[in-house]
Structures are given as structure tokens and as C-alpha cells.
């Protein structure tokens, strides 16, 4: 430690010298602190050596995970769901923090809602953090989704409300829209669902993708419209 600490106040005295001696020649300040410089130069180069290695590794977890995500992905496909489960738990566990294990993890939920396990679910959902423009917004659509089904009203508008905020599209987001104006109105927030139909109805134009959720909003403003005397 007592070396450490030499070497450390070393290099400092070198780093003062080149502000307080700038008239020192070049060649006498290289001569002069060799072996510091030496030091300095292993140490960049080891911490390169670090970075490079450490992404490396990072590459192959990926690598692996991604292998073990398109298989079991590959299973769901055909529709065994049951296989598929076991296949994304796996995933789930061995990969977590990858980007497959991600999408393992939502997938994985997404089975779980079919079969009734809400809270499981929601867990699962809650794993997938990738940012994507399109599927983190599914995401937290599907953890609503859930907390629906729970009677979570609450907890359904939340995730409503950052499904329709996050990157918004003129094909998704009047169905997440649509979706917290439902769980509005069964959390008894009818002036709130209201208002969520008028933003559909005026924001967002028919489209082959989304022609069915901005009528169901307009069925919904006349509905509330009517009700509240409005």
C-alpha cells in the first residue's frame, strides 16, 4: 500500500510539474519520469484489455441466450404451450438480464394470461425493460391487461396510461386509449373515461389497424356523453 501510495504521488507531482515547469524540455521530462509514464501506460492498456474482454463476455451470454430464446419461441410457435412454458422458464432463469431473456419473460407472460395466472403475469411482464418503440408498450398493456382481470382498477389505468405515452402510433394507441377508458369507468372515474374517448375520437384518424378501437371511442363518448348529460 505504502508503494501504492509512492506511485500514486508520484504521477500527481507529474501532473503539477507539466502546469508549474512549462518551460521543462520534453526530453528531460520523459527521461525523468520513465517508469511512471510506464505505469500509467500499463494501466490504460490493462483497462482497455477490461472493457474489451467484458464486452466479449457480454457478446456471448447474448449469443447463448439468443440460441435458447429461438427455440423455445420456435416451440410456442407450433402451439404446444405446455413445452413452450418449460422452455421459456428455462430462458427466463438461466438468461435474466439479456435481451432474450426479456422477451422470454413477456412471452412467457403471455402464456400465463391465457391460462388465468394473472400475477404471475404481471411478474413476468414487469421483467421485460428493453425500450423497444412497439413491444415495451404490449408490455405494460399486458400487465393492465392483467390487473384488470384482478379488479386492480387502479393499477390497470397506470399501466394503460404508459402503454398510450410511450412512443405513440396511430395504430396502438387508440386500443391502449380505448382500454383506460374502460378501466376508468369501472374505477367509477367516468368524467376521466370521457375524456380519454374524446382523445381517441379527435386524435386519431380510422386506419386499417386501428378503424375498430376509434369506433368503439365514439361508442364510448356517445354512451358517457348521454349518461352524463353532456
Request: with cysteine; aromatic share 8%.
Amino acid at each position: 500500500m505504502a508503494k501504492q501510495k509512492e506511485q500514486t504521488e508520484e504521477v500527481i507531482e507529474i501532473v503539477e510539474s507539466t502546469s508549474s515547469e512549462s518551460s521543462l524540455d520534453l526530453d528531460n521530462f520523459v527521461e525523468k519520469n520513465k517508469k511512471n509514464l510506464s505505469i500509467i501506460g500499463i494501466a490504460i492498456v490493462a483497462i482497455g484489455a477490461i472493457g474489451f474482454f467484458g464486452y466479449q463476455y457480454m457478446k456471448s451470454l447474448e449469443t447463448d441466450a439468443e440460441l435458447a430464446a429461438y427455440k423455445a419461441e420456435y416451440t410456442w410457435g407450433t402451439g404446444d404451450n405446455k413445452a413452450a412454458s418449460k422452455e421459456l422458464a428455462a430462458v427466463v432463469e438461466e438468461h435474466e438480464g439479456t435481451k432474450a431473456g426479456d422477451r422470454a419473460a413477456l412471452a412467457l407472460a403471455t402464456i400465463r394470461m391465457e391460462e388465468g395466472k394473472y400475477e404471475e403475469a404481471i411478474e413476468l411482464a414487469k421483467k421485460f425493460d428493453l425500450n423497444d418503440a412497439v413491444i415495451q408498450a404490449k408490455a405494460f398493456c399486458l400487465i393492465g391487461d392483467a390487473n384488470m382481470e384482478l379488479k386492480n382498477y387502479d393499477e390497470a389505468i397506470s399501466y394503460y396510461s404508459k402503454a398510450s405515452e410511450y412512443k405513440p402510433n396511430k395504430e396502438l394507441t387508440p386500443r391502449y386509449l380505448v382500454k383506460l377508458a374502460i378501466a376508468q369507468e369501472e374505477a367509477g372515474k367516468k368524467e376521466d373515461a370521457l375524456a380519454t374517448y374524446t382523445k381517441v375520437s379527435n386524435d386519431y384518424m380510422p386506419t386499417q389497424g386501428n378503424n375498430m378501437d376509434v369506433a368503439e371511442a365514439k361508442k364510448g363518448f356517445a354512451r358517457l356523453s348521454a349518461e352524463l348529460g353532456k
